[in-house]
């Protein structure tokens, strides 16, 4: 493919479009104008002024994807329309000041095509991974995004259908024989899709590596180029189909959970930089239910990793199923009941095991050990972005329920930051609570980043998407302080704002001194690159796309070498 871009030249103004920070909880504003957080005596700060037009873009060649027949509204938002075009790159022109010592690339991997012809895929997680990146370097931006080349991709733009099994969706059988192929086909994983369509991390070696729920959707991209440079091939005898989507990654090691399907468990492993072979660390046989707990993602200490045991568990039956179920891949087993395990990273040996209150989580955000006047750890504290044990998140994310949203009514589910206690002291039971008030950042709380130096250390801050109520998606960022137990909220009407991701400035000492990157996704489809104050959490910049981009799910910084 041809090498595409354009320049919309450069320059900064102080002008930002219009915005919102507020300091404390969102206003919840009812249907009758009562507005249950609003405090007395304090206002909002608001950032205010005139829009600025971005210039007139030129015509840009570039290959085009099928052209989109998607069911819905015609006005659905642009967060949940295909990206219409494979792959695009250029110059932005920034509004603000973007800090000079802001030198590398942001990396955001997620769904982007959610059709084939005039076949519509059900799901937000089903749609074929686009990757996008802000290259920030010397106050200047440069854009780009461009689909990541799976194998499922690949089939799917020559055969015109679908040949992998996604999240919610299954290739149809020409023939009964055919159905037979890929029954035998889905128990080798041969039918499971490489789609890896949802986080991207750097390894401790440089490699970047784009990843999803399947073991096979590990494939290596270039971070420059956005290239699919092939398969990350793991080079163990570990076996097995599926992983956590959202390893650990620090400079010297990947940690990773494997679900065990056939004997209800997990395997720890740990991978180091400059290899593809897992080690095992150690195992976690499930104390109840048929199958191991979802693991999206899990935390850890310095000393600990932490295997949660969700009784949202993985149903063999739902896999089987030609069409999907509202909780898709899993069964919901509450008499299961959901526990906790701590495992010593050195040893490989379960060091507590405690049951605790029902919940349901996509995302850790963060984990620390609490510690006696001695030093010994007395307990493990685990924060998450739980959904009040709530399922039918899942459901809510189908891209039909999304695209004829009207915005008139509240359909998002509640969720707060969850705080896990895993005491040290042999006790059966565990705590899960609030962190902090919901009410703070409007009942809604996901997609969660954090400073990385503190990853596995206490810590006070943390950045996420919260909730202008009425929404059916996290429509917000916010800064949570886990300390003062407030939240700062960034929202602009009609807005979809992606992950927020925390960079540290070179050489900080305060744990908030840095920027935050989302990608923002607008009513009127268009969008725009965003960078907040860390500690302000006041908007500092922000560059418009030449056209909207869909919503996408995480992100990873890789800085300039």
């Not at 989507?245 to 004997?263: G, K, R």
């Not at 998002?412 to 565990?430: E, K, Q, T």
């Not at 886990?482 to 700062?488: G, I, N, P, T, Y």
Request: overall charge negative.
């Amino acid at each position: 493919m041809a090498s595409l871009g354009f320049s919309v030249g450069s320059g900064n103004s102080c002008l930002l479009p219009k915005a919102a920070v507020s300091d404390h909880s969102i206003p919840n504003r009812g249907r009758d104008g009562f507005n249950p957080l609003k405090k007395g005596g304090t206002s909002r700060k608001r950032l205010t002024s005139t829009n600025v037009a971005s210039p007139p873009l030129p015509a840009i060649a570039a290959p085009h994807l099928p052209p989109s027949k998607e069911s819905g509204d015609r006005r659905s938002h642009v967060a949940w329309t295909s990206v219409r075009q494979q792959r695009w790159e250029g110059e932005l022109n920034v509004q603000g000041q973007i800090p000079l010592w802001l030198k590398g690339t942001y990396l955001r991997n997620g769904p982007g095509l959610w059709h084939i012809e005039d076949y519509n895929f059900r799901h937000l997680f089903d749609g074929y991974a686009m990757l996008a990146k802000l290259r920030f370097e010397n106050g200047s931006l440069i854009a780009g995004h461009r689909q990541i080349e799976s194998d499922a991709y690949k089939a799917a733009m020559k055969s015109k259908k679908l040949c992998y099994r996604e999240f919610s969706e299954v290739p149809k059988p020409d023939n009964f024989l055919s159905y037979i192929g890929e029954l035998a086909n889905l128990f080798s994983g041969a039918s499971l899709t490489d789609n890896a369509n949802t986080g991207v991390v750097q390894l401790g070696d440089g490699r970047v590596v784009c990843l999803t729920e399947t073991q096979k959707g590990s494939i290596v991209i270039d971070p420059d180029t956005l290239d699919t440079i092939g398969k990350f091939e793991y080079t163990d005898s570990l076996g097995g189909l599926i992983h956590s989507a959202h390893p650990i990654v620090t400079e010297s090691e990947f940690l990773t959970l494997l679900p065990d399907l056939i004997n209800p468990g997990y395997l720890a492993v740990r991978m180091e930089p400059g290899t593809n072979e897992r080690k095992v660390i150690g195992r976690v046989d499930c104390r109840q239910g048929p199958a191991p707990g979802w693991v999206h993602s899990f935390p850890m200490t310095e000393h600990y990793i932490i295997v949660p045991e969700m009784p949202l568990r993985y149903c063999a039956g739902n896999l089987l199923r030609a069409e999907p179920t509202p909780l898709y891949k899993f069964e919901w087993h509450p008499e299961s009941k959901a526990y906790m395990h701590a495992m010593c990273k050195a040893s490989g040996k379960i060091v507590a095991s405690v049951e605790v209150p029902l919940f349901v989580t996509f995302h850790y955000i963060n984990a620390y050990e609490e510690k006696d006047e001695d030093g010994r750890v007395t307990a493990l504290i685990a924060d998450c972005c739980e959904h009040n044990a709530d399922t039918t998140i899942l459901d809510k994310l189908r891209i039909q329920n999304l695209r004829s949203y009207t915005g008139e009514e509240d359909v998002l589910p509640d969720a707060r930051v969850g705080r896990f206690r895993i005491p040290f002291d042999g006790s059966a039971y565990g705590e899960l609570d609030a962190a902090l008030d919901p009410n703070e950042h409007g009942k809604g709380m996901d997609m969660c980043s954090i400073n990385p130096a503190f990853l596995g250390k206490k810590y006070r801050y943390a950045y996420a998407c919260g909730a202008e109520r009425p929404c059916n998606f996290p429509n917000t960022l916010t800064k949570i302080d886990l300390v003062e137990k407030k939240a700062k909220n960034w929202y602009e009407e009609g807005a979809v704002p992606s992950e927020p991701f925390f960079v540290a400035r070179p050489g900080a000492t305060e744990e908030d001194d840095g920027v935050v990157i989302s990608m923002i996704s607008e009513k009127n489809g268009g969008g725009y690159a965003l960078v907040l104050d860390g500690t302000t959490f006041e908007e500092i910049a922000r560059a418009k796309f030449p056209y909207g981009l869909p919503y996408g799910l995480h992100g990873c910084w890789v800085p300039k070498k």
